[in-house]
Nanobody, 120 residues
Framework: QVQLVESGGGLVQPGGSLRLSCAAS????????MGWYRQAPGKERELVAR???????DYGESVKGRFAISRDNAENTIYLQMNSLNPEDTAVYYC??????????????WGRGTQVTVSS
């Protein structure tokens, strides 16, 4: 089994910053790409940012220049530094990982999500 656990969400004022973390654990052979998605009430889940095993990064249009994704391969952990937050960033943020298990099975895993609320 593989688990993804997010942390770092919360309430922040417009213009503020937050840093999210997501740690993958369990029967892991290799962590391939990982990323962050978000879902606001009444909206579809959308890509925020993702990073490949080689460190190639991809961002959603609405967060380019404000958010930065990084990863610690030794710890199977990714981070999302979010700056210049605005109310439109309010959503549940989900960690996503495409992981090869020790049984050499490749699957996509999701965390339970962490709430980010941007409000004054």
């Amino acid at each position: 089994q593989v688990q993804l656990v997010e942390s770092g969400g919360g309430l922040v004022q417009p213009g503020g910053s937050l840093r999210l973390s997501c740690a993958a654990s369990g029967s892991i052979f290799r962590v391939n790409h990982m990323g962050w998605y978000r879902q606001a009430p009444g909206k579809e889940r959308e890509l925020v940012a993702r990073i490949s095993g080689e460190g190639i990064k991809d961002y959603g249009e609405s967060v380019k220049g404000r958010f930065a994704i990084s990863r610690d391969n030794a710890e199977n952990t990714i981070y999302l530094q979010m700056n210049s937050l605005n109310p439109e960033d309010t959503a549940v943020y989900y960690c996503n990982g495409f992981i090869t298990t020790r049984a050499l099975l490749m699957s996509t895993y999701w965390g339970r999500g962490t709430q980010v609320t941007v409000s004054s």
